[in-house]
């Protein structure tokens, strides 16, 4: 019998860890036996990245939020059908570094446009398909965004950028969603080290996976 495939998310603000860790859980989970997929919002394929590079883009400061908003769903469309949907169907674990939540987050809470707003566009990208588990890596912001100042060695972008009343409101939308999800949204304290944030996630997954395999 085909193994059921299983669609994982993770989230948070900035620096918070998503992808250091996700990538190492990952890993171990292919060396477990598990076929998994990694990939990462907006972007994954070809099409999404073109759009990321247009969103986060430090030059389009004068990019209007709804255009923003309208652009990350098309993004996730397109990565959707592409990529996630067929992994899903044959019965693959796909690992994906942000998905609507960060759209209610930071288009929805933090930009102020309106949860509900948001949850309308992306139900006409997405559809039915949710991820089984969301992985919330819950961080004070200064924090992550000055772990991007120390170790990070990548570029800040237009969100980045923003200012910290904005970040600390994309955490607040966040929490607001985890409570909203209790059952889908797993909140995890990502100040801890590295060590301790990996095993639990790892732990949360690995139950998750034993259920439904
Ligand atoms: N638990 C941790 N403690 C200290 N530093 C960490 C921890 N987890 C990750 N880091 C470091 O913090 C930086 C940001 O991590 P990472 O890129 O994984 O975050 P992220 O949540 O994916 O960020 P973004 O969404 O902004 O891309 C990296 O340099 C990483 O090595
Ligand atoms: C999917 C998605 C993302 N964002 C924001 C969140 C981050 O600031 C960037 C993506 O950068 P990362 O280094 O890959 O985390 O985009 C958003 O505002 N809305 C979304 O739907």
């Known amino acids: 019998m085909q193994n059921k495939g299983y669609f994982i998310s993770s989230e948070g603000p900035e620096g918070a860890g998503k ?40 030059e389009h400061t004068m990019m ?9 769903a098309a993004a996730r469309r397109q990565h959707l059908v592409e990529k996630v949907q067929p992994a899903i169907e044959a019965g693959k674990i796909v690992i994906c570094d942000r998905f609507i939540d960060s759209s209610l987050a930071y288009q929805g809470y ?3 446009i309106g ?6 566009i992306n139900k006409f990208a997405i559809g039915q398909t949710m991820p089984n ?20 060695n990548r570029e800040k972008n237009r969100l ?17 969603l985890a409570g909203q999800y209790p059952n889908r949204i797993q909140v995890i304290d990502a100040s801890r080290t590295l060590e301790e944030v990996l095993e639990e996630v790892y732990i949360v997954i690995k139950r998750e996976l034993e259920i439904i395999r």
């Open 19 to 58: 992808t250091t860790v996700m990538n190492l859980l990952g890993k171990k989970l292919k060396d477990e036996g598990y076929d998994v997929v990694m990939t990462r919002e907006p972007g994954g394929i070809m099409i999404s990245e073109k759009i990321r590079n247009i969103i986060l883009n430090n």
């Open 64 to 72: 209007d939020s709804r255009t923003e908003a309208l652009l990350y």
């Open 110 to 112: 933090a930009r102020g």
């Open 115 to 120: 949860v509900e707003e948001i949850l309308a």
């Open 133 to 152: 588990k969301t992985i919330l890596f819950d961080i004070d912001p200064s924090i992550g965004l000055e772990r991007i100042e120390a170790h990070s």
């Open 160 to 176: 980045d950028v923003e200012s910290l009343a904005f970040h600390e409101r994309v955490r607040e939308g966040y929490l607001s």
